[in-house]
Structures are given as C-alpha cells and as structure tokens.
C-alpha cells in the first residue's frame, strides 16, 4: 500500500499536481452583501465591498432580495452585511436585534431623512384625484406608507402606486412631474433627485411610538398618522460575522459619509448612468480623507495602492 501511494504521488507530481489535505485548495468563502436596488445602497455597499477586498483582502459577493427578505437573511447569517440599513424600523429587525442576531453599526450617513414629498405645483395648483407612489414593493415603508394613506383620509384622493425598484420609482416620479401630473409620493435622502425639480416635504404630526406601531402593522385595521421614525443610517451585520471579523465591525463602526458629497456621487452616478462599482472607485478616488479615518494605515495603503 505504501509503495502504491508513493508511485501514485509520484505521477501526480509528474503531471504538475501536488497533493494537499483536503479543503487545502478551498477559496475563502465570500462576504455574503445585501444587492440593494437603490442608488445610495447600491453605492454604499460597493464602497465597503472594495475596501474590504483591496483593504482587507477578502472576498465578498452580492445576493438580491427585498428590504423584508434580506433582513431575514441577515438574521439567519444567509447573508452578513446590509450595506445602508434603516435600523429599528421593520419588526424583522425590531426582533433580530432583540434576540441578538443582528446589530447596527455606526451612523452612516448623518442628515438623511425621509417622507412624503410633492411638486410644487400640486401645493400651488388645484389638481384632481392623483397617484401616491409608494416605495418599491418589499420594503418596509411600502406597508408604512400604506397604512398612512388611510391614516391621513387620503385614500379616496389618491391612488396607491408600488413601484418595482428604487429606478422605477425615480422613472415615475420623474415621468409624472414633466407630465405636470398630480402626484404624492414617499422618497428619501441622501439621492439625486430631490436636487432636480422643486419639490416641497409634507409636515406631518410629531413622531408618536404607539402610533407608528399601527403604522408598520400592514393588518391594524385603524392606522394613526404620526411622522416616520427618526432617520439613523447604519450598516447592518450578523452577529455572527461581527464575531468573526472584529476589525471589520470596527471599520464598518466608523464609516461617516457627508451627505453632501455623498448626493453628488449619487448625482453624477445617476446622470451617466455609471455603474455603482465604477463609482464607488471614483468616490474612493475623490475623497482620501474620508476614508482614511475609518482604517488602520497599512489597510487604506493597501486601498490606495488598488485605485492607481
């Protein structure tokens, strides 16, 4: 037997290949990302994507879903990282933090907000029955939105529309204002098109805790209105990978995008249609010292190193 094996790795090795124990050839398992199909989270996510790969050296890859969906995914480590999560605000998320299965790391993006918005000639003009675009479906403001509608008595004066995708909202809301359309619709910053047109937010009655409940229960069946959560962009994690990749969910902890130069990558993404990957190189490109404060030295001249 002994002499088989040794003839056998010989003519392996006459043949280039050596052999290993088992699993010796096996790829690192990739960092599994949530594929959000908005402009600030497709961008977002490619940002952290390149650093951790040219930064850290490890791979990471992308799965679809809906805000629900991965969400859930995060909280059974399916998937490890949503890169712009809305925290505290779906109780999918609401009861993975609570049994400890997700955490939200740092204050992403200070400045977001989110609501109703609506041309300005719809305030000035006297428009008839309209469309309310609400989110993409599978998001959780869809079902918040939803129940707002009924909230605010306006469910005779507009028609509820769900778009498919963060673009196709964009498309419609776009479509309806150079139609001069009356037209409601729930958006969100840091994005590019609350620059484009005049577009005034909707005040809304303080936030109120018990009523925001009936809000982002699809099945209340009496809704009361109340402002949306307060606004806190994080990066969401699995507890799991936070335990395995400490200096990660350190780096992850610092991210702070000013949302100034944020809305203007988003801008300039959105205007030539340039992929978020190719622009998130860019904005690693433009803004060193924005990055660099989130990374020990020899990780950010590792990142540096890959963007020449």
């Known amino acids: 037997m002994k ?3 040794t003839l056998l790795g010989s003519a392996l090795l006459g043949f280039g290949i050596l052999l290993a124990p088992v699993g010796a050839w096996a790829a690192p398992t990739p960092i599994h990302f949530a594929d959000l199909n ?3 989270g497709s961008l977002i996510t490619d940002i952290l994507r390149t650093i951790v790969e040219k930064g850290y050296g490890l791979p990471t890859d992308t799965l679809p879903g809906t805000t629900i ?3 859930t995914a995060l909280a059974n480590n399916d998937i490890q990282v949503i890169g712009e999560e809305w925290a505290g605000r779906s109780p999918v998320w609401v009861k993975a933090e609570a049994e ?3 955490a939200a790391l740092g204050d992403t993006v200070k400045g977001a907000t989110e609501g109703w918005w609506v041309p300005e000639y719809v305030v000035k003009g006297d428009p008839a029955k309209g469309r309310f675009l609400n989110s993409p479906i599978g998001w959780t403001s869809e079902v ?3 129940q707002k509608l009924k909230a605010y008595g306006l469910t ?3 028609v509820n529309f769900r778009s498919g995708s963060g673009a196709a909202l964009d498309a419609e809301i776009t479509s309806s204002i150079r139609r001069g359309q009356p037209v409601l619709f729930y958006y969100w910053s840091p994005t590019p098109l609350l620059g484009r047109f005049k577009l005034i937010q909707l005040e809304e009655p303080p936030f109120d ?3 925001w409940k009936t809000l982002t229960d699809a099945d209340h069946p009496n809704p009361r209105p109340t402002r949306s959560l307060a606004s806190k962009l994080s990066i969401g994690v699995s507890t799991p990978f936070q335990k395995q990749y400490p200096q990660i ?3 992850f902890g610092k991210v702070d995008l000013p949302i100034d130069a944020l809305n203007k990558a988003l801008a300039e993404m959105s205007e030539k249609h340039t992929p978020p990957r190719e622009a998130a190189r860019a904005f690693l490109k433009a803004h060193p010292q924005v990055w660099r404060a989130w990374l020990p030295e020899d990780v950010a001249d590792k990142v540096s190193a890959s963007l020449d």
């Open 156 to 158: 005779d004066s507009y």
């Open 38 to 40: 908005w402009e600030s």
């Open 144 to 146: 918040v939105n939803k």
């Open 100 to 102: 400890g299965k997700v």
């Open 209 to 211: 805790a018990e009523a």
């Open 3 to 5: 002499g088989l094996r």
């Open 69 to 71: 969906t991965l969400e």
């Open 249 to 251: 969910a350190e780096f």
